[in-house]
């Protein structure tokens, strides 16, 4: 038997034997006989009714204004849950609930992830959606109201461009970037329009406003991709929409493995608030970039068989090029 034939017989080996996996552990749908985590996550996940977010969900919008920077603390703006964040959590919730599909995502996951990036398995999966904000709480932060319109915006590592609709719907023209490859078929479904990574910044176009979305933490040249938002902007009047993962740990995805990047950016401080001041007057002054506004938000991610959602601190401000 050849060697190409010989890795085919494992692979259908090992596959029957996961769908056997699968199907035996049908016994095991009492607590008394659930011991291996994976059994235990899905039948908590059947028995349990999630409470949507519950008391922690006041934790996600704390802040200490008291605890900001002198320049930063005027430029604060509470946030609260509200009903479209609210609708996010049920969705995440139900989806959580498909038993097969999560058995079948658990599956897929399982075999691609040594070779194919996290972002792009969701991408082919269709999971995974972000929440960063709401209509209105966007609204809010750039002090516009539901019917103003502008005319250019680029979304920066849009993903499924779940969170670009929300911003999009205020501009004309809607452009984006992307890496992964599933996630740029999503963004052009939704008739966006792309750009490359390396080229966004080289079109000549300026841009009512620039999104960063939990992009920071994530490219290898933080301080260089600030400068070229920062030129690309309408003069004046342009703004960024930058959201930021706290406490702030960089690292880049390079083909399923994790690893610093080239330029490192430390921020100092212990808390949300030290963290928030720390950018806002030694990393964003340093660029030419002013706080404009900046709140607390949770930074929201459709789960899986182990938990309905995950949560990350986020702090999202909104910047201006200094005159």
Sequence with gaps: MCHPQMKTLIFVAWLLFYVFFLLSMRKMWTGKYVRSPLARALFTNMVTETDTAGPEALKWYHCCPD?????????????????????FLQKSVEKSSWLFTQLYHSLFSTIFSPIVSRTSINGFLGRGSMFVFSKDQFQRLLRIGPEWKGQRMLDLGAGDGGVTEV?????????????????????????????????????????????????????????????????????????????????????????????????????????????????????????????????????????????????????????????
């Excluded at 939990?214 to 703004?239: A, F, M, W, Y």
């Excluded at 740990?249 to 493995?257: A, F, I, K, L, S």
């Excluded at 030290?274 to 900046?294: D, I, M, P, R, W």
């Design 167 to 323: 911003m999009g719907c205020h501009f004309h023209e809607v452009f984006a970037t992307e890496v992964s490859t599933p996630m740029k078929w999503h963004l052009q479904r939704k008739n966006y329009s792309l750009l490359g990574i390396d080229e966004w910044h080289r079109t000549g176009f300026q841009y009512d406003l620039i999104s960063c979305l939990n992009l920071l933490d994530r490219c290898d040249e933080p301080l260089q991709l600030l400068q070229d938002i920062k030129r690309s902007l309408v003069p004046h009047t342009g703004r960024l929409v930058l959201a930021a993962v706290l406490p702030f740990q960089p690292y880049v995805e390079t083909g399923g493995t994790w690893v610093r990047p080239k330029e490192h950016i430390k921020v100092e401080g212990k808390t949300w608030e030290e963290q928030v001041t720390h950018l806002s007057t030694n990393v964003f002054l340093k660029v030419g970039l002013e706080v404009e506004a900046v709140t607390r938000l949770p930074y929201l991610c459709e789960g899986d068989m182990y938990k309905d959602y995950y949560v990350l601190d986020d702090a999202v401000f909104v910047l201006k090029p200094q005159d």
């Design 67 to 87: 605890m900001l920077g002198e320049q930063v603390r005027s430029q604060f703006v509470q946030s609260h849950l509200d009903e479209e964040t609210e609708a």
